[in-house]
Structures are given as C-alpha cells and as structure tokens.
C-alpha cells in the first residue's frame, strides 16, 4: 500500500503527517491523514523519517527523529509508527519533550528522548547504540547497545552488549 508522510510548518510549529489511501472503488481512492507530529517546537531541518519494517508484518514502518535546535548533546525525540488496517499507532516513544516557548503554552513532542544515540532498524529489530558511564555524555566509558522486536504485546529486548566507545564494527561508518 502507498503511503505518503509530508512535514509542514504553521506558525512557530511544525507538523509530520502520514496519508494512507482508503479504497472506495476499483481505481480510485480517498487519502486518509494521520497526524504523528501535531506541532514540534523544532524546525523540519533536523527532522528524518525512515521507512523500516520492524512490525513483521511486511509493510514499512514510520521511524522519526526529531532535532532539539536548542539543546545540547545531539538531543533528539524519537518515536515509530506503524500501521495496523486502516488504524496509525504510536507503538515507541512513550515520554513527552517539552520546550518553554517565548509566547504561550509549552510546546511538547511526543517521543523517547535521546542524546548522541544512534538509532535504527536492521533485519526487523529496532537498535540504539547509547553511551553509558564517564565522566559525561561525549566521553563515555562504554556503549549499550539495544536490540528490541515488536510481539503483539509490545517491544522485547533480544540482546543487549556493552562495546568500547571505538571499537564496533558492526556500527562504524554509519
């Protein structure tokens, strides 16, 4: 099934939303939004999306990262969607980011938060590649990293492995 995910911004906020077709009759159809990013204090430019199917199911998934412009330590909010049916869900990223903004209310993105974390999916698992211990984030003593697959009750932790900082060829050159 196609699928289509458009960013646009409206005022000081900015928006992600997937459209699905709906099929009405042989040959034509009527493109259904599902909003995923209702309105991110964070400009699109530091905004991916990537398609992967860590569901199982054979169709691509939503994986986006959202960049804080205004923090530090390559913070960023991460979140998957995925598509069940005709029905979009938030299956990762249970947290909220919020961002005191100059005028109204506090902006909010619905996500994980992350800093200097590599991200991904491979071969149906979700990973993260974190730093851990240290003195601070840009020096860690080690990385984690985290291999998760999608059941029907949610996300499994496969494996996890401690690496040096340097040495992993599994994820150098990313």
Same mark, same amino acid.
């Given at each position: 099934?196609?699928?289509?995910?458009?960013?646009?911004?409206?005022?000081? %906020?900015?928006?992600?939303?997937?459209?699905?077709?709906?099929? %009405?009759?042989?040959?034509?159809?009527?493109?259904?939004?599902?909003?995923?990013?209702?309105?991110?204090?964070?400009?699109?430019?530091?905004?991916?999306?990537?398609?992967?199917?860590?569901?199982?199911?054979?169709?691509?998934?939503?994986?986006?990262?959202?960049?804080?412009?205004?923090?530090?330590?390559?913070?960023?909010?991460?979140?998957?969607?995925?598509?069940?049916?005709?029905?979009?869900?938030?299956?990762?990223?249970?947290?909220?980011?919020?961002?005191?903004?100059?005028?109204?209310?506090?902006?909010?993105?619905?996500?994980?938060?992350?800093?200097?974390?590599?991200?991904?999916?491979?071969?149906?698992?979700?990973?993260?590649?974190?730093?851990?211990?240290?003195?601070?984030?840009?020096?860690?003593?080690?990385?984690?990293?985290?291999?998760? %697959?999608?059941?029907?009750?949610?996300?499994?932790?496969?494996?996890?492995? %401690?690496?040096?900082?340097?040495?992993?060829?599994?994820?150098?050159?990313?």
């Amino acid at each position: 099934m196609p699928q289509i995910v458009v960013g646009w911004h409206f005022r000081d %906020r900015y928006a992600v939303t997937l459209w699905n077709p709906e099929r %009405r009759t042989a040959g034509s159809a009527l493109w259904v939004p599902h909003p995923l990013i209702r309105a991110s204090p964070f400009p699109l430019g530091g905004t991916s999306v990537r398609l992967a199917d860590v569901t199982g199911d054979g169709h691509d998934d939503v994986l986006i990262t959202i960049a804080c412009n205004l923090c530090n330590h390559g913070t960023e909010v991460v979140s998957v969607y995925a598509t069940f049916g005709d029905k979009v869900r938030h299956i990762y990223g249970d947290s909220y980011f919020a961002v005191e903004k100059e005028r109204g209310p506090p902006a909010r993105v619905h996500g994980r938060v992350i800093g200097e974390t590599s991200w991904g999916a491979r071969g149906g698992l979700l990973w993260f590649d974190e730093p851990r211990g240290g003195e601070s984030v840009c020096c860690p003593a080690f990385r984690l990293q985290t291999f998760m %697959r999608w059941t029907t009750h949610g996300w499994r932790v496969v494996a996890r492995r %401690r690496v040096s900082p340097n040495d992993d060829p599994m994820f150098n050159g990313r």
